[in-house]
């Protein structure tokens, strides 16, 4: 009763598998790597490309321009430790936009039971896709930085040339990386719709941004500047930024307020971890 | 550790309390190889049986074993080898069919290149054709429910769970994806544990059937063992069931009559007779014949059983 068209059709026969097959870990690995490739578009349709490259694009702008002033004036313009703080717009941006995309539809069209039912756990999956925001957001800000720096190499500046401060900027894009992957997953990951995750991102970085102007503007005007550096530190780019200047030694962009120091590093540790515990108890209850 | 002598699966005073239900009550039951079906109503406790069996959710109390594995502390041994297909829809509607089977099939450690070719056998095994390159959104439920099972089956598990996969399917639809199912069990040589509400449809696919109702198990027995009982055929003319009925009580066959149906039980020693009877004495008299088909003693019959 079973053998009708179906084994006319299919009559190839089935082989069974019996190759490689890889540990946990590879499969995480190639989590990441398919992840880290959605966030540019790649393998995705045109739709899905336009947004992460027109911002990457963007991105790199003041880099050109930059390069272009060094050659024809032969003055430095954009201090690369300020580059983040500079183009966080541009990068809180490309955040909304692409940190739904890596949680969202797994929860919307139910796909996460079915990484669930293989062999990769839950810190798996959520590691791979840190890890794939993190790795985007830093190349993001890493290749500017790198091309400026060749560009400076080869204009050759009258002076040193700023390595330091170059290799201070990695270090910062490492901590915005780290730090922006998780706050973006954690707020993308607690709404199956991608919009609402694009806008509670995006809401997040206005309204830290918001309060922390308007703090520490109000701070400064009144006299009080031994504050005005915590009420930046509302904003996560000027956490970093401060950080970067405890880790790394580099320039504060703000140069009133005065500067929290290793606080600065505490505190970005502390909403790291609270986001990612955030999002791993998240899932730990999707999973169930 | 040969497949015949470890059981698919077996479990032991398993239960599993939520808050405000018990979903499954001191279930003990045991499955070898071949095709088993998991029969109970919605809410009978099939889902969660599956998910604590892929070690994914912790049993109140009781012990599962997959494979010789145990689930609660051998879930990565269990998910390595074996397949999940979901009641639930769950394709991603802007990725294209290969695109997806071969994704899964490298979270199940598969590496890209091995990955490709078992998607596209997978899928073709399926009857997944040219479509397998467009986007998922656009496909219809059998499609869907194919994909659903290749996803299932691309890393070539010793088992595979389907989780109602017949739901949603047309009549033809149905009858593809059992035969399919069927497939998997014999020719593929995997094992399968299938569930479904309706039971109808597992008699014809499974060596196996489990019936659970409210967690608990109702019976476990071989397929031969719930239609073993008196095969029957059903013979439904236009006009003249009444001649019918008396020619053929007069040649000795056990004739009822059942509304519009008349029933006529198959000889056990000449099968071929009572047949070759029916033939010939709906063509003597002329009578318009519209309907003949084989009837077995039905697995729905269990439930009108008193249970022990």
């Known amino acids: 009763m079973t053998t009708e068209p179906t084994a006319v059709i299919h009559d190839i026969g089935y082989r069974h598998y019996d190759g490689v097959r890889l540990g946990r870990g590879r499969a995480t690995l190639a989590l990441g790597v398919q992840s880290l490739r959605g966030v540019f578009g790649l393998g995705r349709t045109v739709r899905a490309k336009i947004m992460p490259l027109l911002l990457a694009a963007i991105m790199l702008m003041p880099t050109v321009v930059s390069i272009g002033v060094m050659a024809l004036a032969k003055q430095f313009v954009i201090p690369y430790p300020n580059y983040a703080v500079i183009m966080q717009a541009v990068i809180a941006v490309f955040l909304a936009a692409q940190s739904p995309y890596l949680v969202a539809p797994d929860l919307r069209f139910r796909v996460l039971p079915l990484y669930l039912s293989r062999p990769l756990t839950v810190t798996d999956y959520v590691l791979a896709k840190l890890a794939a925001l993190a790795v985007a957001l830093f190349g993001l800000l890493a290749v500017p930085l790198t091309i400026e720096y060749v560009g400076e190499l080869l204009v050759d500046l009258p002076g040193p040339p700023h390595t330091a401060d170059y290799f201070g900027a990695l270090g910062g894009a490492v901590l915005h990386a780290v730090l922006l992957s998780s706050v973006g997953i954690a707020l993308a990951s607690f709404t199956p719709r991608r919009g609402l995750g694009v806008a509670s991102v995006i809401a997040f970085y206005m309204f830290t941004a918001a309060v922390s102007g308007i703090f520490t503007g109000v701070l400064i005007s009144s006299g009080r500047d031994d504050l005005a550096g915590w009420a930046l530190l509302l904003n996560p780019f000027f956490l970093v930024d401060y950080a970067q200047s405890t880790l790394f030694g580099t320039a504060p962009v703000n140069i009133e307020a005065a500067p929290p120091g290793v606080a600065s590093c505490l505190i970005l540790l502390a909403v790291v971890a609270l986001a990612v515990t955030g999002v791993l108890l998240r899932y730990r209850k999707a999973a169930s | ?308």
């Open chain 2, 1 to 308: 550790m040969t497949a015949s002598a470890t059981p698919c699966f077996a479990t032991e005073g398993l239960t599993k309390r939520f808050p405000r239900v018990t979903a499954l009550d001191d279930l003990t039951v045991t499955a070898g190889t071949g095709v088993t079906g998991l029969v109970g109503a919605n809410g009978a406790g099939k889902s969660t049986l599956i998910k604590i069996l892929l070690g994914l959710l912790p049993p109140t109390s009781g012990r599962a074993s997959v494979l010789g594995y145990d689930t609660a502390t051998q879930g990565l041994e269990i998910r390595r080898a074996v397949g999940y297909m979901p009641e639930h829809d769950c394709l991603p509607p802007d990725m294209s069919a290969t695109e997806f089977v071969v994704h899964m099939a490298q979270m199940s450690g598969l590496p890209r290149t091995a990955a490709r070719e078992r998607a596209a056998d997978t899928l073709r095994h399926v009857g997944l054709d040219e479509e397998r390159y467009r986007p998922m959104g656009g496909y219809s439920t059998g499609m869907r429910q194919r994909v659903k099972l290749a996803q299932a089956l691309v890393h070539d598990p010793k088992l595979v769970f389907l989780d109602e996969p017949t739901n949603g399917l047309d009549p033809q639809g149905r009858d593809d994806m059992l035969a399919l199912i069927r497939r998997v069990g014999t020719e593929f040589g995997i094992s399968v544990l299938v569930t479904s509400h309706l039971l109808g449809e597992l008699e014809r696919v499974c060596d196996h059937v489990i019936v659970i109702d409210g967690g608990r198990l109702l019976r476990s027995s071989a397929i031969r063992e719930f239609t073993r009982a008196e095969q029957t055929i059903a013979v439904e003319v236009e006009e003249g069931q009444q001649r019918l009925a008396e020619r053929l009580t007069a040649g000795g066959e056990t004739v009822a009559a059942q509304g519009r149906l008349l029933t006529v039980q198959v000889s056990a020693d000449d099968p071929g007779r009572t047949y070759d009877a029916v033939r010939d004495a709906v063509c003597d008299l002329g009578l318009g014949l519209l309907r003949l088909e084989q009837r077995r003693g039905r697995i729905e019959d269990v439930f009108k059983e008193p249970v022990a």
